[in-house]
């Protein structure tokens, strides 16, 4: 039996990858003018990234309980084993709450077999860790091997991001006020990466190209089996900085494949639009 994979909408996977990968998607939730929207389903990123451009901050909450209880009854009636590929408890309480109504789903079912997995990553750094994990579903591997990849994948996944303004992630608590200061000042763009599920910023640099070079030089650093593997690339509503983002990787790295995906609008809401995002392996698994 087909093991099913779940994820939420914050790893920034399209929804066409969800219908045609037979992946179940858990939307979180995106707020504009008291307007209540679900994320990937009833609103898209540019609706975000015009909105914040209009001076409007928009707000995001985790998924519904009622949501992840209807999934996981209809699953336990079922008897279908499953896989919760969840956003970083770090960065939101959509991990916490899963794993609260299936302690309550399995009061009534205690057979149901579905494990959540909390990446400690976000955006396409948990797309990524999704997008394995379906395929291996698709293949009919034992729930047991995709577990240990998606667990071994998100351990292993370096997220390293540029942002036009650290404001909008301060203004929603995802780094700290005193790391926004510079945010817009004198073209100085900030890099950030992800450690132990929170964003922290690592280094500032004057001037985008600059940035993208610093980028391509921590990935050097960081990055072990360049070749063997899918290197992701998010932006928010700047695919032109994408491309060529994506362009600097293939000369240097050679990659499997460069996976871009656009930045959702739960994860956008918080970026602001003009973000660049990289995502890739420091260690490849062993098959």
Request: glycine content about 6%; charged content about 25%; hydrophobic content about 40%.
């Given at each position: 039996?087909?093991?099913?994979?779940?994820?939420?909408?914050?790893?920034?996977?399209p929804k066409s990858f969800y219908e045609e990968n037979n992946v179940t998607l858990i939307p979180l939730k995106v707020h504009i003018n008291d307007?209540?929207?679900?994320?990937?389903?009833?609103?898209?990123?540019?609706?975000?990234?015009?909105?914040?451009?209009?001076?409007?901050?928009?707000?995001?909450?985790?998924?519904?309980?009622?949501a992840f209880e209807e999934i996981f009854t209809e699953m336990a009636e079922k008897n279908?084993?499953?896989?919760?590929?969840?956003?970083?408890?770090?960065?939101?309480?959509?991990?916490?709450?899963?794993?609260?109504?299936?302690?309550?789903?399995?009061?009534?079912?205690?057979?149901?077999?579905?494990?959540?997995?909390?990446?400690?990553?976000?955006?396409?750094?948990?797309?990524?860790?999704?997008?394995?994990?379906?395929?291996?579903?698709?293949?009919?591997?034992?729930?047991?091997?995709?577990?240990?990849?998606?667990?071994?994948r998100s351990g292993h996944m370096e997220h390293l991001f540029t942002v036009e303004d650290l404001d909008y992630l301060?203004?929603?608590?995802?780094?700290?006020?005193a790391s926004a200061f510079l945010g817009g000042l004198l073209n100085i763009k900030p890099i950030l990466n992800v450690e132990d599920g929170k964003l922290v910023p690592i280094e500032k640099i004057r001037g985008k190209k600059k940035v993208f070079r610093r980028i391509i030089e921590i990935m050097s650093e960081r990055g072990n089996g360049m070749k063997e593997q899918v290197i992701g690339i998010s932006h928010a509503d700047n695919e032109a900085g994408a491309l060529e983002m994506?362009?600097?990787?293939?000369?240097?790295?050679?990659?499997?494949?460069?996976?871009?995906?656009?930045?959702?609008?739960?994860?956008?809401?918080?970026?602001?639009?003009g973000t660049i995002s990289i995502f890739f392996l420091n260690k490849i698994p062993n098959r």
């Open positions: 039996m087909e093991v099913k994979i779940l994820a939420d909408s914050a790893c920034d996977l307007e209540e929207f679900e994320d990937v389903k009833t609103i898209d990123p540019k609706t975000v990234y015009d909105a914040i451009r209009n001076g409007i901050v928009p707000k995001t909450s985790q998924a519904s309980p009622l279908e084993d499953g896989i919760y590929i969840a956003f970083s408890s770090a960065l939101s309480g959509t991990y916490s709450t899963a794993v609260m109504i299936l302690d309550q789903v399995k009061e009534k079912y205690p057979n149901f077999n579905l494990t959540i997995v909390d990446t400690k990553c976000a955006s396409l750094g948990s797309g990524l860790v999704v997008m394995e994990a379906a395929r291996l579903a698709a293949n009919n591997v034992a729930k047991e091997e995709i577990l240990k990849d998606v667990r071994f301060a203004k929603g608590g995802r780094v700290s006020k994506k362009a600097l990787i293939e000369e240097a790295f050679h990659p499997k494949e460069v996976y871009i995906s656009s930045i959702g609008s739960a994860v956008g809401s918080h970026t602001g639009a």
